[in-house]
C-alpha cells in the first residue's frame, strides 16, 4: 500500500498506510513520536484502532460486533458454544463434519 504524508514546520515525513478490517483506509503512527516529536489529540479514540484484529470487529455507536465477519445476531444463542469457538479459531463456521470430528 502507499504512504500518508504529513507536513509539520516545513519537514515532510511519511508514514505506512494499511487497509483496515471494514476496508477503510489506516495511517501507522506508531514512529510519530520518535520520529517528529509530535503526538495525536483523537478525544475518545473516535478516530483511532487500538489494534489489528482478524478476529472481532467493534463499533460501538452504531452498535456492531462481529466475530471473524459474522455478525453476533448470528452466532449468540444460535450456534453451539464449541462451534463458535471453533469460528474464533480458525475464522468459518464448521461443517457438519468438522463440528463432529472436532468436538470430540
Do not use: H
Not at 10 to 18: N, S
Not at 51 to 65: E, P, R, V
Amino acid at each position: 500500500m502507499s504512504n500518508a504524508r504529513l507536513i509539520l514546520d516545513g519537514k515532510e515525513y511519511e508514514f505506512p498506510t494499511f487497509t483496515g478490517t471494514e476496508n477503510e483506509l489506516a495511517i501507522d503512527i506508531k514512529k510519530l513520536r520518535d520520529t517528529t516529536g509530535a503526538v495525536t489529540y483523537d478525544p475518545g479514540y473516535g478516530n483511532t484502532g487500538s489494534c489489528k484484529s482478524a478476529i472481532t470487529y467493534i463499533d460501538g455507536d452504531a452498535g456492531i460486533l462481529r466475530y471473524r465477519g459474522y455478525p453476533i445476531e448470528e452466532i449468540a444463542g444460535k450456534v453451539p458454544y464449541s462451534a463458535a469457538a471453533y469460528l474464533l479459531l480458525f475464522g468459518e463456521l464448521p461443517t457438519r463434519e468438522e463440528f463432529l470430528q472436532w468436538r470430540e
